[in-house]
């Protein structure tokens, strides 16, 4: 019961993370606005966009947490030692690179697009986002899997659900201007923030299996 929460907990706040990256929904502000679209059309664009970028990274996902699965089945030592330190271990990489980083991050340029057809914009958008998925979630498949088929369901369907309505809820809020707040923070300092929240999830599936065996 404990690792389902810890599963649902860490899927929860890295999707929130996700979700909240300026280059995933600024974009979309400023093409809707551009382009003139209504508030239904951005957010229906959003929804297609957000769907694309989540299912590509859920694929990668599955084969990431099917493979986790295959050897947890077979070595214990897995889920208790192996699976957190990889989350730690990724993090402090994601913590060093940020603040080495020249933080430059390529979903959408919407300068390249801004002048095509509205089918062709949104095939673009879509196609731009499906191929660049976050890998910094795939990491949380490969621990989720310990937990077998319902911990890579559990976090495939969170980080879906979390990352589409948190686009629409900020492409929504940018298009009345919410866009500026605090958005250079959050573009310059993804991974960094990716990265604490890593170190933080993997220290805490490590003490968790240690004191619950």
């Known amino acids: ?26 974009p979309l502000v400023a093409i809707g606005k551009t382009e003139q679209w209504s508030r239904r059309e951005t957010l229906g664009i959003t929804a297609i966009t957000g769907i694309a970028h989540s299912l590509s990274t859920i694929l990668i996902g599955i084969v990431v947490g099917f493979i986790g699965f295959k050897i947890s089945e077979s070595y214990e030592l897995f889920a208790h030692i192996v699976a957190p330190s990889i989350l730690f271990c990724l993090g402090v990489i994601y913590l060093v690179l940020d603040s080495k980083a020249n933080h430059a ?32 979630i795939e990491v949380y498949y490969f621990s989720a ?8 369901s559990a976090v495939s369907i969170i980080y879906l659900v979390v990352t589409v309505l948190g686009m629409l809820l900020l492409v929504d809020l940018g298009r009345r201007g919410v866009e500026r707040f605090h958005s250079h923070f959050l573009e310059h300092h993804e991974r960094g923030i990716t990265g604490a929240l890593l170190v933080i999830l993997g220290i805490f599936a490590f003490v968790f299996e240690h004191f619950s065996h």
């Open 145 to 152: 899997s310990a937990l077998g088929w319902f911990g890579i």
């Open 1 to 26: 019961m404990g690792g389902a929460i810890q599963v649902l907990a860490g899927s929860f706040l890295l999707s929130i993370v996700h979700a909240l990256i300026p280059n995933h929904w600024i």
């Open 105 to 136: 991050h390529h979903h959408v340029n919407n300068e390249n697009i801004s002048r095509k057809s509205k089918f062709a914009i949104v095939t673009s958008l879509a196609a731009a986002m499906f191929f660049s998925p976050c890998i910094e």
